[in-house]
């Protein structure tokens, strides 16, 4: 048995599984490609780098990645906190300023004594000692074709899109407005001046631009008949519904937009103070407020038809996108019929994965898995017991999901309905979550 453990990739989860095998000073040989080598999606050479979203959720108790978050935060995690220190305004949703998340990861792992960081490219998977493979969704061919022969199997693909980052300043705020859903719709008694008035105080963590029906139309017609990227043969399979990319989501009508990611519910256009046809949301991308990415635009468009057709959307003529909507494949293995509750493989168990790469799909529940992959190679470690977490909870209920066989397995994030119904019926599904969480920290705690 060698005297430290490897962790083989610096993202979310390996970042998490190194800090948490530190925590027990245990050494750990943690690998990261880059910079001597990046894949399609990422630039950045700090560790734990976030590519698509800069938001980590709702921090609700009654959403189960609200919960899943807390559920960390009581347990350990390495990373939350982290987060949660360099959040950005985003209404109930904690959202990060993504340069200094990375920056803050980078440099606890770098300044803990129990971890080694070693730059280059893992193309062999360690035969001796205990190894955690947390990858990700990007994980390099050469690696890929390692752990295809490790698992007898070709691997499974689906493909991520990220969505296009623009400058505030671009945008006419003439007819943009600021708000949360709701929060920002016109009482039916209220004056158009207190309204006003009440608008203007409100935090700009979303900026929304309304669109009538005319506009709308126009846009759908070019945004389904604009030009998208062509996909190699290999990358030409389904798009994992999570992340479908919006000129997709529009082919399948033209209303499909105005009750999805454009639904205008819970907003009035202070143009003609009324509900809108169609709302796009903007959320706040940094901490300064100078970005701010499209929310649902995930898109595989080609970068000029990006700017033409977004440019279309009232308020975004003159928009200056710092960063165009990217589309890239994404791998993970069949879990279900490979990994235990702990992430370790049936049948080596000095092999951990963690990550998008085991099928959790998310960045709340990536950290969640390289946190029980983490304390679980810990324990292999020092020849103890495993640790598993209740189906109760959320973090168990992930490991449960992906490690449960299923005919048809897809990625998962968390959500209430992989967790185990209560004794008792409850409609309202507001009280049911909240009976829910309160059974999971019961648990957990």
């Keep these: 048995?060698?005297?430290?453990?490897?962790?083989?990739?610096?993202?979310?989860?390996?970042?998490?599984?190194?800090?948490?095998?530190?925590?027990?000073?245990?050494?750990?040989?943690?690998?990261?490609?880059?910079?001597?080598?990046?894949?399609?999606?990422?630039?950045?050479?700090?560790?734990?780098?976030?590519?698509?979203?800069?938001?980590?959720?709702?921090?609700?108790?009654?959403?189960?990645?609200?919960?899943?978050?807390e559920e960390l935060r009581i347990l350990g995690s390495e990373l939350i906190p982290v987060a949660d220190k360099v959040k950005v305004p985003a209404g109930q949703a904690l959202a990060v300023d993504r340069e200094k998340f990375s920056q803050e990861i980078t440099k606890l792992v770098e300044e803990n004594e129990y971890i080694e960081i070693v730059r280059e490219e893992v193309v062999e998977i360690p035969k001796k000692g205990i190894v955690i493979i947390a990858t990700g969704p990007?994980?390099?061919?050469?690696?890929?074709?390692?752990?295809?022969?490790?698992?007898?199997?070709?691997?499974?693909y689906f493909y991520d899109a990220a969505a296009p980052i623009i400058e505030k300043d671009s945008i006419n705020m003439n007819i943009a407005f600021v708000g949360n859903r709701?929060?920002?719709?016109?009482?039916?008694?209220?004056?158009?001046?207190?309204?006003?008035?009440?608008?203007?105080?409100?935090?700009?963590?979303?900026?929304?631009?309304?669109?009538?029906?005319?506009?709308?139309?126009?846009?759908?017609?070019?945004?389904?008949?604009?030009?998208?990227v062509v996909l190699h043969d290999f990358e030409k399979r389904e798009v994992f519904e999570g992340c479908m990319p919006i000129e997709i989501m529009a082919k399948r009508g033209l209303d499909t937009l105005r009750f999805g990611p454009l639904k205008p519910v819970g907003f009035t256009d202070k143009r003609i103070g009324r509900r809108p046809y169609a709302v796009v949301q903007l959320r706040q991308d940094n901490t300064d407020g100078t970005l701010f990415n499209m929310v649902g635009f995930q898109t595989n468009l080609k970068y000029g038809e990006q700017k033409r057709v977004f440019s279309m959307i009232p308020g975004l003529e003159?928009?200056?996108?710092?960063?165009?909507?990217?589309?890239?494949?994404?791998?993970?293995?069949?879990?279900?019929?490979?990994?235990?509750?702990?992430?370790?493989?049936?049948?080596?168990?000095?092999?951990?994965?963690?990550?998008?790469?085991?099928?959790?799909?998310?960045?709340?529940?990536?950290?969640?898995?390289?946190?029980?992959?983490?304390?679980?190679?810990?324990?292999?470690?020092?020849?103890?017991?495993?640790?598993v977490y209740p189906n109760e909870t959320v973090i168990g209920s992930l490991t449960s999901y992906i490690s449960t066989e299923k005919e048809n397995f897809q990625p998962m994030n968390a959500n209430?309905?992989?967790?185990?119904?209560?004794?008792?019926?409850?409609?309202?599904?507001?009280?049911?979550?909240?009976?829910?969480?309160?059974?999971s920290l019961n648990k957990i705690r």
């Design 1 to 69: 048995m060698k005297d430290y453990i490897t962790v083989i990739g610096g993202g979310l989860a390996g970042s998490e599984a190194a800090l948490q095998i530190a925590k027990n000073k245990i050494k750990v040989k943690l690998y990261e490609m880059k910079p001597v080598k990046f894949s399609p999606a990422h630039s950045n050479k700090n560790l734990a780098e976030i590519v698509c979203s800069n938001s980590f959720k709702s921090n609700l108790l009654t959403n189960a990645c609200g919960l899943l978050k």
């Design 416 to 439: 209430f309905g992989i967790l185990p119904e209560l004794p008792e019926k409850i409609r309202d599904k507001k009280e049911r979550y909240k009976k829910l969480a309160e059974r």
């Design 138 to 156: 990007l994980t390099s061919e050469k690696l890929s074709n390692q752990i295809s022969k490790l698992i007898d199997s070709n691997g499974l």
């Design 182 to 228: 709701y929060e920002q719709e016109r009482g039916r008694d209220e004056s158009i001046e207190d309204w006003t008035k009440r608008l203007e105080s409100q935090e700009d963590s979303y900026i929304n631009l309304p669109m009538n029906k005319e506009e709308y139309e126009k846009f759908v017609i070019e945004l389904v008949n604009a030009e998208t």
């Design 318 to 387: 003159n928009a200056n996108f710092v960063k165009y909507g990217v589309m890239h494949r994404n791998t993970y293995i069949n879990s279900p019929k490979l990994l235990d509750e702990t992430y370790n493989l049936r049948k080596n168990n000095n092999i951990y994965f963690a990550g998008q790469i085991t099928g959790v799909e998310g960045y709340v529940e990536s950290i969640s898995s390289g946190f029980v992959a983490g304390i679980n190679a810990v324990q292999r470690f020092l020849n103890k017991e495993k640790i």
